[in-house]
């Protein structure tokens, strides 16, 4: 058992049910764990794991965040030395671009902006992944309206718009990607996004079609030296908004493909440390094609926790300089949920009659992580549960 009183921590940086799984983890290994966050209302500060909480100026303040972070090693000299893990693509941002400057200070897993700009900019990915025979859905870059009309020919409906940089285009625009169906739909979409959006922060992309049980898979891994340590593979059952959100129900899958194509991109990247890289089955031809990449832990890693394959605590041994024994499997059929969003979806299906009480009942037999409710940590959900107003209407 570690001494928590010697034992060099970790300052999650972010919040939510993805921040509370890295605290669990690391917290139930007797690592003490600090939570960051730019918001005093927040689920993770009341996990029986969290240490301390603080509150922090947001990433997306970039000197003021990093300069925070410097006054903080001065002011707590406990905590110089510490993991800094990132729950956000803003706070990976920051790290990767002042990751030499708070390495004086900090251990610091996030890979510099040299290579994490390649999973930040989908451009990027998508162009390393061509280079790697790693398929990808057909995707345009209209660099004004008169571009838009040159391609119209060469587009197929339904496509979605969505931005390059996902975080400066859910900034501007309040949503993550517009679906349209039309040649018109989309003229009128593209011309009223530049009204708060640049041509060059703009894609086009094709929707992979199938039928409902055509998911969406993540492939993660914590990955060093161009070798693949660890790895787990989930796909999305439900998620919010449909076709184009985050996972409310998913589960744990073995597909060989997948993980060959995220290993091969992996490499090609020379990447270190922890990712999820998704990937939705094409079946025109069969092929996986790449979605998009997160240089991070995603919303649903719990769930590779308990099918065995622990990554927060997993990079942490890594970057204490001790032993690390790869996973080379992992428990297949395990399912995880999010209370209170699956159900809100439920309604929503049920009311649109996509889907049969009956039949959601029964995708909930069998074994389940939740992604909040937790015996041994009582308190983030009950918290959850009351706040649940709140977090409807700011979602």
Not at 291 to 299: G, Y
Request: glycine share 4%.
């Amino acid at each position: 058992m570690r001494n928590t009183e010697n034992s060099l921590g970790v300052i999650v940086i972010g919040d939510h049910v993805q921040a509370l799984g890295i605290i669990r983890s690391l917290g139930r290994h007797h690592i003490p764990v600090y939570l960051l966050h730019d918001k005093n209302l927040c689920i993770g500060k009341f996990s029986r794991y969290t240490k301390r909480f603080i509150r922090a100026p947001s990433p997306s303040n970039e000197l003021e965040f990093v300069n925070f972070l410097i006054r903080l090693t001065k002011n707590e000299q406990q905590v110089k030395g510490w993991i800094l893990m990132p729950t956000n693509d803003t706070a990976v941002y920051t790290l990767s671009r002042h990751k030499e400057t708070l390495e004086e200070y900090y251990k610091v897993p996030t890979p510099s902006w040299n290579i994490v700009k390649f999973a930040y900019n989908k451009r990027l990915t998508y162009s390393i992944a061509e280079k790697n025979n790693v398929p990808v859905p057909k995707t345009f870059y209209p660099e004004n309206p008169n571009t838009l009309h040159e391609i119209l020919s060469s587009i197929t409906f339904p496509v979605i718009i969505k931005g390059i940089v996902g975080r400066y285009f859910y900034q501007k625009t309040g949503i993550k990607a517009f679906k349209v169906n039309s040649e018109e739909e989309l003229i009128e979409k593209y011309t009223n996004l530049l009204s708060v959006v640049k041509p060059s922060e703009i894609m086009i992309q094709e929707v992979i079609h199938g039928s409902s049980s055509n998911h969406v898979y993540s492939f993660c891994s914590f990955f060093k030296n161009r070798e693949l340590v660890a790895f787990w593979i989930g796909q999305k059952i439900r998620e919010h908004p449909k076709d184009l959100g985050t996972a409310t129900f998913a589960e744990s899958i073995y597909i060989p493909e997948i993980k060959e194509l995220g290993t091969r991109i992996l490499k090609a990247m020379n990447y270190y440390g922890i990712s999820e890289i998704e990937f939705k089955k094409d079946p025109r031809d069969g092929n996986f094609k790449l979605i998009e990449m997160n240089a991070r832990t995603w919303l649903w890693h719990s769930l590779a926790i308990r099918c065995g394959v622990d990554f927060p605590y997993l990079l942490y041994r890594d970057m204490m300089e001790e032993s690390v024994t790869p996973v080379t499997s992992f428990r297949e059929n395990v399912k995880w949920i999010h209370i209170y969003t699956d159900i809100g979806i439920m309604i929503r299906e049920v009311l649109k009659k996509n889907l049969k009480i009956r039949d959601y009942l029964s995708s909930l037999k069998g074994e389940k992580e939740f992604a909040v409710l937790s015996l041994d940590d009582p308190l983030p959900f009950i918290v959850e549960t009351l706040i649940l107003p709140y977090l409807w209407k700011n979602r």
